[in-house]
């Protein structure tokens, strides 16, 4: 499969990168030569010095008629542009960066019918739904939903004082419809199996019923912990204002905090009860003024991973460290750095977006793609098609690559006959077979 990436910038060169490790055969397109280097020396992928929206490039027997076309450029209105043309010259499906919220929320439809897109991609609104999916959820590092929410995929840090810690899992009594998943513990992949426990600072995963993991979840949290009343904002930009908004009209407390004043004005009008500061994030006396101490959580959104990183420090130091921190970085390479130090949650809007992009990439019965622990593991939900190898064996027979295991979905959800394979957890109903799916509606 041919695939073109119009855009080298950042989130083009992470997507090609994903892409190409997958086998994919990529090309990518961008004007700026000194943009193309990055790709062009450590990536295995053709590159094209080209302006990805004119008809002369589309024509190039290296770009047309190909399967896919991502359009990634820092302008929406060039992406836009590049899927018209791709699909005049063509190639068969289109995936277009937009950036602009309003496009999102009022035209959405309208462009996917008169601009043949079949995905639109806004990593700041995507990275606004994975935080608050996240903070509304107690104890959560990470929180994946598959099957049309059917089911939900959750990740915590276990602490010293849980009661989970140094327990045999054959003796821990999970709520019916929670499954334990896989352990990440020194940098380390474990499949747990009965004998196996829990340690404190593992990073744990269970997979189960979204009602039933949200009750769980609740028995997870310290009793340090706060709940979530006060959320300090650092950053209004496109996705500061989209978390906003929607820890607004849950009743949360929110505050932000910027130098832009023309940004500051627009969140403030976007509040209904939150409130937006024009000032340095980085000034620790407004830090102080503004209560950052008694904040539940503080939010580093800033453009530069650097400044998001000495936020969040300065933001523990100030609390006592009671208060939780969430990063949002550019650089996947820094997600690693930053837990280390002390960062609660750090999130890659690159990541989640390049997730996406390789879930509509692969089809055939993929559904989604959710990348975990920096990009090291990754959950995918398949639909079983029929006449497949594995479709009517029972999970104990089939043999599924090494460092690939399968959760029967179906076990958990009537009619839905999904499975989620490639989430590295562990086959826990033998007598459970593949079935065909019926995709529910």
């Known amino acids: 499969m041919r695939i073109i990436v119009v855009g080298a910038g950042k989130l083009g060169y992470s997507i090609a990168e994903l892409l190409s490790k997958e086998q994919f055969d990529v090309v990518v397109i961008d004007r700026d030569e000194s943009q193309l280097e990055a790709a062009k020396n450590t990536l295995d992928v053709l590159t094209i010095a080209a302006n990805g929206a004119s008809p002369i490039t589309m024509d ?56 043949d897109i079949d995905v639109m991609l806004n990593p700041e609104l995507i990275t606004a739904n994975e935080i608050n999916r996240i903070l509304m959820t107690p104890a959560a590092l990470d929180v994946e939903d598959f099957a049309h929410g059917k089911i939900r995929l959750f990740e915590t840090k276990i602490h010293r004082k849980s009661p989970l810690v140094g327990i045999p899992l054959k003796d821990i009594q999970l709520p019916k419809g929670v499954l334990a998943g896989m352990i990440f513990r020194d940098h380390r992949m474990i499949i747990p199996h009965g004998d196996d426990s829990f340690q404190s600072q593992d990073n744990a995963y269970f997979i189960g019923i979204p009602e039933e993991i949200e009750k769980f979840s609740q028995k997870l949290v310290r009793r340090d912990a706060r709940k979530l009343h006060r959320v300090l904002i650092i950053g209004a930009g496109r996705a500061g204002r989209a978390l906003a908004q929607q820890l607004d009209a849950q009743n949360v407390r929110v505050k932000v905090i910027d130098l832009d004043r023309e940004r500051c004005q627009l969140m403030a009008g976007m509040l209904n009860h939150g409130i937006a500061v024009c000032g340095d994030g980085t000034d620790i006396d407004l830090l102080v003024e503004e209560d950052v101490a008694h904040a539940d959580v503080v939010v580093c959104l800033t453009e530069d991973d650097k400044l ?125 077979s593949f079935k065909q799916s019926i995709p529910s509606r």
């Not at 359009?71 to 590049?82: G, I, K, L, R």
């Not at 791709?86 to 277009?96: Q, V």
């Not at 208060?323 to 820094?334: A, G, H, M, P, Q």
């Open 60 to 115: 190039d027997p290296d770009v047309r008629d190909a399967d896919i076309l991502i359009a990634v450029t820092a302008s929406d209105e060039v992406n836009m542009v590049a899927c018209v043309l791709a699909k005049k010259h063509g190639i068969k499906h289109t995936i277009a960066r937009i950036r602009d919220m309003k496009f999102m929320s009022e035209a959405k439809d309208y462009l996917k019918q008169n601009f």
């Open 308 to 432: 998001n990183l000495m936020l969040a420090l300065l933001a523990r130091h100030l609390s006592g460290n009671k208060t939780k921190t969430v990063v949002r970085v550019s650089r996947n390479e820094y997600v690693e750095l930053m837990e280390k130090v002390g960062v609660d949650i750090v999130l890659s809007a690159r990541l989640l977006s390049a997730s996406e992009v390789l879930a509509f990439a692969r089809r055939g019965g993929v559904v989604s793609v959710s990348l975990l622990e920096g990009a090291k593991a990754e959950a995918v939900e398949v639909i079983v098609q029929e006449g497949a190898p594995v479709a009517g064996k029972k999970l104990m027979d089939v043999k599924l690559p090494g460092n690939v295991w399968s959760v029967p979905m179906c076990a958990m959800v009537k009619r839905a006959f999904r499975m989620v394979i490639r989430c590295l957890c562990p086959v826990t109903a033998q007598s459970c």
